[in-house]
């Protein structure tokens, strides 16, 4: 089985391919940064972080008097990871008992999975923990929860047809009861309309907040890594309703181009605490951001 950082190159690998081979060989003239505008607007880079990066480079190249292709690109590099490394902050474990945690993202993103991979995360720091399956719109996925908790040791709160701020509730009432080091709150990725969803997004982190002072102290968005530019309208949708405190980019073993890092970096920057490489329960590593740059270059 592959590591998962041959994993994360082998999902970036469309990206990293176009941004080496363009400089083989290369001269530096306006030919090399059209090809370069271009690969990165193809990763997802978005208009902003892609002009902010070729101007960087121009810049570099001109003050350093940089005469080789492969100069260029080992600052590009650097420029990237300068770009990338605000976003590098690991999750901190233990500041509150229970750490409370509220877990968003549309359906499809991930979500669920990453709840797993993260609670196992947990346990493997550990953290006991403790779900509130705030879902309440899928009674299938409130099952499944239900049963991976029981095969995994993990006390999942769900009701059955119950308003999920009152599930993250008693979640939390209960973790505090039972000296829980963590409380993760599921919550639903789809309702009848986006204004809806935000609607019901922020009552449950106002009935946890109501349920212990400064919970949660987490809020965290699951986007899909493949998502493309729209990734970076869901973190700024996310984030104007709930305050996000970190991001958890799925999916980028898959065909992730990977630009959508520095599309939020440069544009919106909010931590990214993790990246799923894998469907795998242990597919979750903490984001590096010179991990990261190297998967794109080397
Ligand atoms: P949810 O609707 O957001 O809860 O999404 P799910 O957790 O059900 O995941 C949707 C699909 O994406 C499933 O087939 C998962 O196995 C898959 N998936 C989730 N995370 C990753 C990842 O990091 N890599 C890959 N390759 N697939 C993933």
């Known amino acids: 089985k592959p590591s998962?950082?041959?994993?994360?190159?082998?999902?970036l690998s469309k990206t990293s391919s176009s941004l080496t081979t363009l400089f083989v060989g290369a001269k530096i003239d306006?030919?090399?940064y059209d090809e370069l505008e271009t690969a990165l607007l193809i990763s997802d880079a978005g208009v902003e972080a892609t002009q902010f990066l070729l101007n960087g480079?121009?810049?570099?190249?001109?003050?350093?008097?940089?005469?080789?292709?492969?100069?260029?690109?080992?600052?590009?590099?650097?420029?990237?990871?300068?770009?990338?490394?605000?976003?590098?902050?690991?999750l901190e474990l233990g500041r509150h008992q229970p750490l409370v945690m509220m877990i968003s993202g549309v359906n499809g993103a991930g979500k669920t999975t990453t709840i797993g991979k993260l609670a196992k995360h947990l346990q493997n720091h550990q953290q006991s923990v403790l779900l509130a399956a705030g879902d309440t719109f899928r009674a299938a996925a409130r099952e499944q929860?239900?049963?991976?908790?029981?095969?995994?040791?993990?006390?999942?709160?769900?009701?059955?047809?119950?308003?999920?701020?009152?599930?993250?509730f008693d979640a939390v009432a209960s973790a505090k009861a039972r000296g829980t080091n963590v409380v993760m709150v599921d919550t639903a990725g789809r309702l009848?309309?986006?204004?809806?969803?935000?609607?019901?997004?922020?009552?449950?982190?106002?009935?946890?907040?109501?349920?212990?002072?400064?919970?949660?102290?987490?809020?965290?968005l699951v986007i899909d890594g493949n998502t493309g530019q729209n990734?970076?309208?869901?973190?700024?949708?996310?984030?104007?309703?709930?305050?996000?405190?970190?991001?958890?980019?799925?999916?980028?073993?898959?065909?992730?181009?990977?630009?959508?890092?520095?599309?939020?970096?440069?544009?919106?920057?909010?931590?990214?605490?993790?990246?799923?490489?894998?469907?795998?329960?242990?597919?979750?590593?903490?984001?590096?951001?010179?991990?990261?740059?190297d998967a794109l270059f080397d």
């Open 4 to 11: 998962w950082l041959s994993r994360l190159k082998a999902g």
């Open 30 to 32: 306006d030919d090399l």
């Open 57 to 90: 480079l121009k810049k570099k190249v001109k003050e350093e008097k940089l005469t080789e292709a492969e100069q260029v690109k080992t600052a590009l590099k650097m420029l990237l990871l300068e770009l990338l490394r605000p976003l590098q902050k690991p």
């Open 145 to 168: 929860l239900t049963i991976w908790g029981e095969r995994n040791n993990i006390t999942v709160i769900s009701q059955e047809s119950g308003d999920p701020a009152a599930v993250a």
């Open 192 to 220: 009848p309309t986006q204004l809806h969803l935000m609607e019901e997004l922020k009552k449950i982190k106002r009935v946890i907040g109501k349920g212990m002072d400064g919970a949660p102290q987490e809020i965290l």
């Open 231 to 293: 990734a970076l309208a869901q973190v700024k949708a996310f984030d104007a309703a709930l305050n996000l405190t970190g991001l958890i980019i799925t999916k980028l073993d898959g065909t992730a181009k990977g630009g959508v890092l520095a599309a939020i970096a440069k544009s919106h920057p909010i931590p990214v605490y993790f990246i799923g490489i894998g469907e795998q329960i242990e597919d979750l590593q903490a984001f590096n951001a010179q991990e990261f740059v």
